[in-house]
Each structure stands twice: as structure tokens, then as C-alpha cells.
T-cell receptor, first 117, second 113 residues
Framework: EAQVTQNPRYLITVTGKKLTVTCSQNMNHEYMSWYRQDPGLGLRQIYYSMNVEVTDKGDVPEGYKVSRKEKRNFPLILESPSPNQTSLYFC????????????????FGEGSRLTVL | AQSVTQLDSQVPVFEEAPVELRCNYSSSVSVYLFWYVQYPNQGLQLLLKYLSGSTLVKGINGFEAEFNKSQTSFHLRKPSVHISDTAEYFCAVSDRGGFKTIFGAGTRLFVKA
């Protein structure tokens, strides 16, 4: 079954304790992206990656890091979490077509709800 | 830069009634347009998309949307809703490269019996 898998689904942590949210897709998609969802704000892009070793900032990258060492995995790293990073996080992937463009259709994971105390 | 405005944060409607969820966008370049649905405790899934061609786009679960370039709108419609359509709906726009997708704030559709 084609899917995007995120772990953990739920996490409560404390300020300053480094954590990683993993994301893996089995659709051989080149493009992967992280979003955070907050009430009344919709989804905002944190980072995206067009292929292995190619990443770029989205609209709200502060306080986050990413890496893309393998095509299927795109982990989100919070080096020193703070309470304002309490949010619902989504990983998404998309296929790049001939010419390197994307149709823009995103496939989402089920989300990771993070609470930072 | 692109932006998306969903004009209603919540839309209550009775079962079997028609519904329209409104979306306006702004962009200086040509864009792709999308509607996604999010059921409780789930990720988003694509309802429909406009890439080019016919301005009336049909999606899953009986939904359709019409792209209006002059009014920069992409409103979502369904002629008769079901209880199971209760969910949050997101309008989104991406540039033609597809690398940056901007989402609206969402519209919560609540279908009442």
C-alpha cells in the first residue's frame, strides 16, 4: 500500500530536549516536505526537499532542521524544542515528472502531534 | 508571492442540502489549485485539482470546483451533502513548478442530521 509513515504519532517532551520526527514514503517520490498545522493558520511549510541531499527552507524554518540522505526518508529535527513548537506536524511527498517539475499533488502522512512543556 | 483566503471558517449545513466552500487566491504567476479534505485524526487527502484545461473540475465523493481566473476564485461545491462529509477542507495553491504549496486556513464543514 502506498503511504507516508510518520513516527511518533504523539509525543510530549520538555523544553530543550532534542527530538526527531521520522518520515518515510514507499512511493519513490523525489519531493518531500514538512508542514505544521495550527488552528486558524492552516498548514505552513517548514522545509522541503527536491531530492537526496537537496533541501530548502519553507515559510517557517526557524528552530527546525532536516536531512535527506535517502530518497525514502526525510526526518524533522528539533534541536532545542520550545513551547511555541507545540503543533501538529505533517510530512508529505510528491512525484516529480519529466523536466523536474511537480504536479503539486501531495500525499500526506497521518500527522505527529507534538507538545513541548 | 501567493496567498489563499478561505472566506468561511465554519459552515454548518443540513444533510442532503447543497454546500459551497469559498476560496480566493492571489498570485503573480500561473498556478495549480487544489482542495484537500482532512477527516478527524487523519492526514489530508486530495479531493480535486486544477492544473489546466476545463475550468470545472470533478473530484472524489461527488465534489466539484470551478476555476474562475477573472475573480481568482476556486470554490468547492457539492449538490447534496452527507453526514460523512463532516471534515475540514483546505484550499491550496502551488506555483507551476509545484515546489511551494500555500494552504488556506481551512473551512470546517459540519453536516447536521
Amino acid at each position: 500500500e502506498a503511504q507516508v509513515t510518520q513516527n511518533p504519532r504523539y509525543l510530549i517532551t520538555v523544553t530543550g530536549k532534542k527530538l526527531t520526527v521520522t518520515c518515510s514514503q514507499n512511493m519513490n517520490h523525489e519531493y518531500m516536505s514538512w508542514y505544521r498545522q495550527d488552528p486558524g493558520l492552516g498548514l505552513r511549510q517548514i522545509y522541503y526537499s527536491m531530492n537526496v541531499e537537496v533541501t530548502d527552507k519553507g515559510d517557517v524554518p526557524e528552530g527546525y532542521k532536516v536531512s535527506r540522505k535517502e530518497k525514502r526518508n526525510f526526518p524533522l529535527i528539533l534541536e532545542s524544542p520550545s513551547p511555541n513548537q507545540t503543533s501538529l506536524y505533517f510530512c508529505a511527498s510528491s512525484l516529480l515528472v519529466v523536466g523536474g517539475a511537480s504536479t503539486g499533488e501531495l500525499f500526506f502522512g497521518e500527522g505527529s502531534r507534538l507538545t513541548v512543556l | 508571492a501567493q496567498s489563499v483566503t478561505q472566506l468561511d471558517s465554519q459552515v454548518p449545513v443540513f444533510e442532503e442540502a447543497p454546500v459551497e466552500l469559498r476560496c480566493n487566491y492571489s498570485s503573480s504567476v500561473s498556478v495549480y489549485l487544489f482542495w484537500y479534505v482532512q477527516y478527524p485524526n487523519q492526514g489530508l487527502q486530495l479531493l480535486l485539482k486544477y492544473l489546466s484545461g476545463s475550468t470545472l473540475v470533478k473530484g472524489i465523493n461527488g465534489f466539484e470546483a470551478e476555476f474562475n481566473k477573472s475573480q481568482t476564485s476556486f470554490h468547492l461545491r457539492k449538490p447534496s451533502v452527507h453526514i460523512s462529509d463532516t471534515a475540514e477542507y483546505f484550499c491550496a495553491v502551488s506555483d507551476r513548478g509545484g515546489f511551494k504549496t500555500i494552504f488556506g486556513a481551512g473551512t470546517r464543514l459540519f453536516v447536521k442530521a
